[in-house]
């Protein structure tokens, strides 16, 4: 799908410069995300990838600059007021609750916005957790617990998705199942901003990339343009 610069902007990031006590993690990010895009930032480890979802959902303490969801900023809001706005985070660690059963713990996320996934059409999407529905968390292999945390935040009615690596440590067979998901979550009308370190993965599916580097943006490219930067960009990620 070709994203028009005039779709309608769903996140857009100013000059959000964060720190953890005294240490800065991040100093003047600029990112924008359109609607129906799959935007993919891109650095090495402790660059400042997670920091920035983070930054976005309203977990840091102290951050400056301007953050929009879908035109709100979000400005003083709690994470709980960010998430109403439309947007969803699954994070890195996956946060599945192992004495839970798969089903409980797909239904933990409240529901914030209309136009959710119901749970069987959750199970539509990744029949693998209908078969476990009853099993507990800790049962779960990590393909199948990274599906969950996908899943799960498909109910609650928001349409831009943040997804913190979810291929990390998974087989290559689940790695391409998850990029048919994350392709079919845009078709059907999801807008996704994710991370990644398996830039062969995110190459093949992201629209847009950003590289981010101690904590800032140092070089934006898209799909396209891959082929023709290649060596500068698996130099800057140390490929
Ligand atoms: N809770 C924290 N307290 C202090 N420093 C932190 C904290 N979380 C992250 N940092 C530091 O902030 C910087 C950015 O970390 P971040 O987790 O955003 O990196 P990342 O790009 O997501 O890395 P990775 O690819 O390893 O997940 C790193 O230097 C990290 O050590
Ligand atoms: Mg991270």
């Given amino acids: 799908m070709v994203v028009t610069e005039t779709a309608r902007t769903c996140l857009k990031v100013g000059k959000l410069t964060a720190h953890y006590d005294e240490t800065i993690a991040l100093q003047d990010i600029s990112i924008e995300v359109r609607e129906g895009e799959i935007v993919c930032l891109l650095g090495r480890n402790g660059a400042g990838k997670t920091t920035t979802l983070r930054a976005v959902m309203g977990l840091l303490g102290r951050r400056t600059g301007a953050i929009e969801v879908n035109g709100h900023a979000t400005e003083g809001l709690p994470p709980e007021a960010i998430a109403r706005l439309g947007v969803a985070y699954c994070p890195e660690e996956r946060g599945i609750f192992a004495s839970l059963t798969t089903e409980e713990n797909l239904l933990l996320p409240p529901v914030l916005s209309p136009g959710g996934l119901s749970v069987d059409e959750i199970y539509e999407i990744f029949p693998n957790l209908k078969t476990r529905r009853s099993s507990p968390g800790t049962r779960l292999s990590g393909g199948e617990q990274q599906m969950l945390a996908i899943g799960r935040i498909l109910r609650t009615g928001a349409k831009l998705l943040l997804l913190d690596e979810c ?4 087989a290559p067979i689940i790695v391409q199942k998850i990029g048919q998901t994350v392709s079919m ?10 991370v990644e370190q398996n830039f062969r993965f995110a190459s093949q599916l992201a629209d847009r990339f950003y590289v981010i580097e101690s904590g800032a943006v140092i070089d934006q490219f898209t799909r396209a343009e891959i082929a023709g930067r290649l060596p500068h960009i698996e130099a800057a990620l140390g490929l």
């Fill in 185 to 194: 979550l845009r078709d059907r009308g999801f807008t996704v901003l994710m």
């Fill in 167 to 170: 291929t990390e440590g998974l």
